[in-house]
């Protein structure tokens, strides 16, 4: 008599697994870029940027103060 037999689910695992991760790969990135749409980084990279170039402006010396006048 042939005996049967036992079905490897192996690779169901695998399979079912390496789905799940990539779900949650994608959940967590979704979570992780909720926050640029609100539209707080550009506000504070605009601020950010302002201060950089108001320090820039302040800190340039012209002419007549190299000279010493």
Excluded: C, P, Y
């Amino acid at each position: 008599m042939a005996e049967e037999q036992e079905k490897d689910n192996t690779w169901v695992i695998v399979g079912v697994s390496i789905a799940a991760i990539v779900l949650l790969v994608v959940l967590l990135k979704k979570d992780e870029t909720k926050h640029l749409e609100s539209g707080a980084v550009a506000q504070l990279q605009t601020e950010t940027f302002s201060k950089i170039e108001k320090r820039h402006t302040s800190n340039n010396s012209t002419a007549s103060q190299i000279a010493g006048k």
